[in-house]
């Protein structure tokens, strides 16, 4: 006998589906690549993985029918990943040769050089007042 049944869909949880999807992401493969070997060296890639979730939500007031007025809702993520080593095995052994991002060296040397900048040009500029007493001064106080 064949009855009608409402088959009910399962739920789509999203929160539940993205993290499962951030697990599968997080896994050894995504840090460590493939070995390479050439002849007797064998070389493995590794990575920085970083990945970001984030989620909102909202509400609003109640007309006079109790029926909510308001709404909202969202998230979003992102991921990136760089390389940062390689593991070089040899006859002779195992070494990690680092991969420096020349990019962010420079940018951080030049964030550093400006602000420093910076703060000369403010305190060559202020008034004498305001950053106390010259050397002078003091060398008079002391030998009196």
Do not use: Y
Request: aromatic share 4%.
């Amino acid at each position: 006998m064949i009855t009608e049944e409402k088959v009910q869909a399962p739920l789509v949880d999203p929160t539940g589906q993205a993290l499962s999807q951030l697990v599968a992401t997080a896994r050894a493969d995504a840090v460590f690549g493939q070995p390479v070997v050439s002849g007797d060296t064998t070389i493995i890639s590794c990575s920085e993985i970083a990945i970001g979730m984030g989620m909102g939500s909202g509400s609003g007031p109640v007309d006079e029918k109790g029926n909510p007025t308001g709404g909202g809702s969202g998230g979003g993520g992102g991921a990136r990943g760089r390389p940062v080593a390689a593991i070089v095995i040899t006859k002779e052994g195992v070494h990690v040769e680092p991969i420096f991002d020349l990019t962010k060296i420079v940018l951080a040397s030049l964030t550093t050089g400006a602000f420093i900048l910076l703060w000369i040009g403010r305190l060559s500029f202020m008034k004498r007042s305001a950053r106390g007493p010259s050397l002078s001064k003091l060398r008079r106080s002391i030998g009196s």
